[in-house]
């Protein structure tokens, strides 16, 4: 199993090598996107999207809802943790 952890896309940094920045809950990265994109779907469109990413890549489109989902249950799991922690 993986985690892909939602991020939106809000920049094409290199649309010949397919990488862009994605923020991912207020940090920015930089991302390949050649999982996400093709000829229907060409890097310059993907300024907006929503995906996970994983180990620097973005692995696929999800839709807002998605994302916010994800991201609150993933708090929701960081705060249980510290927790436990304590």
Do not use: Y
């Not at 809000?10 to 994605?22: H, R």
């Amino acid at each position: 199993m993986c985690l892909g952890i939602p991020g939106q896309i809000v920049e094409i940094s290199d649309a010949n090598q397919k990488l862009a920045i994605v923020n991912i809950g207020g940090v920015k990265r930089q991302v390949n996107i050649a999982c996400i994109v093709d000829e229907q779907h060409p890097p310059e469109s993907c300024v907006g999207d929503w995906v996970l990413v994983h180990v620097g890549f973005a692995m696929n489109r999800i839709n807002e809802q998605e994302a916010a989902e994800t991201l609150k249950l993933l708090e929701e799991i960081a705060l249980a943790q510290a927790e436990i922690s304590n």
